[in-house]
Structures are given as C-alpha cells and as structure tokens.
C-alpha cells in the first residue's frame, strides 16, 4: 500500500514584489508526524511565484522521501489550488514555468490539492517567514529548536530537532535566479487579458469623510484619538452613498474599526441596504508620536526622524509607530485574504490614505516610496481588480465627482 504524505506550503513577499522567501513541510499522513522541512529566502520576487516556489519545494522534498506515495496538498493560496487543480488557467509568465515543473515532480493522479485558510497553515507560514528573516540578516535558513516533528495538525511534542531537513543557503539556484528576473520584467495589462479568467475580485476604495483634523492636515491613524466624521464629513458620506446607489454594483461593505471608517460606512450601508464588517487589516497607518500635529509641527520637533522616514520605507514614525513597510505587509496579507474571500464580487472597502495608495502601490508593482506621490482626497474613490491570473489592474483613482454640487 502506497504511503501518503501531506505537503504544506506557503509563500510571501514583503513589497510584492519585494524580498520573499517560502516555506514547506512534508507530514506523514497515516501518524501525523512532520518528516521533513524546506525553507528559502527567494531574494526579491512576487508573493504568488513565493507561493509556487514553496509548493514546488514541498513536492519535491515528498519525492526524494517516496517517488511512489500520494500527496495531498494543502495550501491558503487560492490562486496556486485553482490553478494546479486544473480549474483556473495559468497566463502570467511567472508562474507558467513553476507550474509546469511542479505538475512534472510526481504523477498527476497521485497529487491532490486543497484549500484552507491561512489560520491552518501556520507551520510552513512561519517557515517562510523565518527564510525571509533569515535572508535579511544575510544568512541560510536553519530550522529553529521548536521545529520538532508534529502530531496531528498544528500540535508539537517536545521531541529532539528534526533531521533530514532542508536547509537552502541564500546562493540563487537556477530556478530562483529565472523566477527574480520574470518578477522584474514588465508585466502584462490585465485589461488586455483574455476573458476566460471569469469576474476578477473588485474592490473598490473608499477613503472615509472629513473629519476635524483632515482640513488642517494632521497626522491622523490609527493610534491617535479616533476622531468623528465632522459635519462636512458626513454630508461626504451622504453624497458618495447617493453615487455608489446609482452604480449598484457593490456587493459588499467592509471597514476599518475606527470611528471616521465605521461612520462612512454605515452612510453607505444604509443607502445599499447592505451590512458592514468590520476588517483590522485595512485600519490606518499608527503614527506614533506626530498623531494629531501637523507636517510642520512633526519637521520642528523631530526633524532628523522626519527624514529618515522620509527616505526609508521601514523607519518608524517617533514614538514606535509604524513603518510603511510593515503596513504595506499588513496590506497585502488583507488583500490576499480578501481576494479568496470575494473572487468574483465587487466588494467596498471603507479605508483610509495610507492602505488606499499601499493597494494601488502593491498593484502597480511600485517602490513604496511611490506613497509620496499621490494625493488622496476625503471621500475619494478608487478601484483596483484582481484577476485569477495574479494581475491586479488600477482601475480608478482619488474620483471625486460625486461630491460636486
């Protein structure tokens, strides 16, 4: 009788594209007991080639253990489970050759796949993000002393290190070399993609109403005072509900817990008749030590970390607030979420500046220093779509008709 194996597996980037790695682990099915690790830091690439990095990595770390046994996939990409089920189409040019050398490691009638949410697929997230840690300090991955063989799904025992692992250095193999250059050649126009991907999840980007700090330009996030919609604010709310009743086309609402977000939205709900739910991963950026003060107030008192700030991504506003880059992880873990959450819909986002032009930045593949250089009104509107293909393409941006008179 044929052994059976279970391969988890996942990938991220931190920028997407921006420096990735994955994560794999292959578990005995019939005792529960994890056999094998693999872990890389990938260099900068795009989170769904991570993605595919990881499945390839976990397959064949199965196939060096048993070329005969059958394997069951499972992974919190949905992109990777469609497409490798055969149920979605693979056009993008990173992903085809990926895909195509992951079909060929065992044959197709002793793989499956499976989709589960990212909650469940904890161990090989963790061993990705360890590849990425381990990569930014400029060091090969090593598994770390609590990666002990696993019983059942998620439970460690207290069990010496594992062995047989895989440890990867961080010299670009072949493959990792080809799938950094695909990630950084230009990438196809999704509006120009072929209409066999289906509906592509929209979602469309509602910055909240004024509140009392946005006329005066006040540093506003999430770790300051939460301040109320403002009486201009809500006659926003009221004008973009009226616009977004005439597209009707929004078949969901979701916000950030805080006040401004939560206040727009319900405006919105109320005219569509639709519920709101509440998402953290879309809440404003913490601005530490500067929410409440102006870019003058924050350039007299703190003038050498308004200048780090503003010439690196990952530094922290004063005071331990967060950095662009953490946020734009947040972000893009949300939007990955979201997309297997909504495929197809047309979904509502009640947000603010900093997530809005993170989305728009994530989708046009650009350096997050590009935040800078967009203007992002009260109450504008914008929308980006993702297709089943990986492509994510902008389709509006800081609309403001609607409030016109």
């Known amino acids: 009788m ?7 597996a996942d990938g991220g980037s931190r920028g997407n594209p921006g420096p990735a790695g994955y994560g794999a682990v292959v578990v005995d099915a019939a005792s529960g007991e994890t056999l094998t690790e693999a872990a890389e830091y990938l260099g900068v690439v795009t989170n769904n080639v991570a993605e595919y990095r990881g499945l390839l990595a976990g397959l064949r ?12 996939v499972r992974m919190d990409s949905k992109l990777v489970i469609e497409q490798m089920s055969g149920r979605w189409k693979i056009k993008h040019p990173d992903m085809k050759p990926l895909a195509a ?57 207290d069990q010496p290190p594992l062995t047989g692992t895989v440890t990867t250095t961080d010299a670009p193999t ?57 009486d201009v604010g809500l006659e926003q709310a009221r004008r973009v509900a009226e616009a977004l009743a005439r597209r009707g086309t929004i078949e969901a609402i979701l916000a950030s817990p805080l006040t401004r977000t939560r206040q727009t939205a319900a405006a919105v709900a109320d005219r569509l008749g639709l519920d709101v739910t509440i998402e953290e991963g879309i809440k404003e950026t913490d601005f ?65 500046v900093t997530p809005i032009k993170t989305f728009v930045q994530l989708a046009l593949g650009a350096p997050l220093q590009s935040l800078f250089r967009m203007e992002l009104s009260a109450a504008s509107l914008s929308a980006v779509a993702y297709y089943a293909d990986g492509n994510a393409s902008v389709r509006l941006f800081n609309d403001t008709s609607h409030l016109r008179p």
């Open 2 to 8: 044929a052994r059976e194996f279970i391969v988890e």
């Open 101 to 157: 050398e992951a079909s060929r490691v065992f044959p197709p009638d002793q793989v499956t796949y499976e989709w589960i949410p990212r909650a469940e697929n904890k161990h090989a997230d963790r061993l990705a993000n360890e590849a990425m840690d381990a990569g930014k300090r400029g060091e090969p991955w090593s598994p770390t002393p609590t990666a002990a063989p696993r019983k059942g799904r998620g439970e460690l025992r």
């Open 288 to 352: 530490g030590a500067w929410e409440g003060l102006t870019f003058g107030e924050v350039r007299e008192r703190y003038p050498d970390d308004l200048t780090t700030w503003l010439a690196d991504p990952s530094a922290h506003p004063t005071g331990g607030g967060e950095s662009f880059a953490e946020t734009a992880a947040r972000i893009a873990a949300t939007r990955d979420k979201l997309i297997a959450a909504y495929a197809g819909r047309t979904v509502l986002l009640v947000t603010h």
């Open 174 to 230: 072949a493959t990792s070399r080809a799938a950094r250059n695909l990630a950084t050649a230009p990438q196809p126009t999704s509006g120009w993609a072929s209409p066999d991907m289906g509906a592509p999840a929209t979602f469309v980007l509602l910055r909240h109403g004024e509140t009392p700090l946005t006329p005066q330009k006040r540093f506003s996030g999430s770790g300051g005072t939460d301040p109320a919609l403002s």
């Open 61 to 72: 770390a199965a196939h060096a253990l048993d070329p005969a046994a059958r394997v069951h």
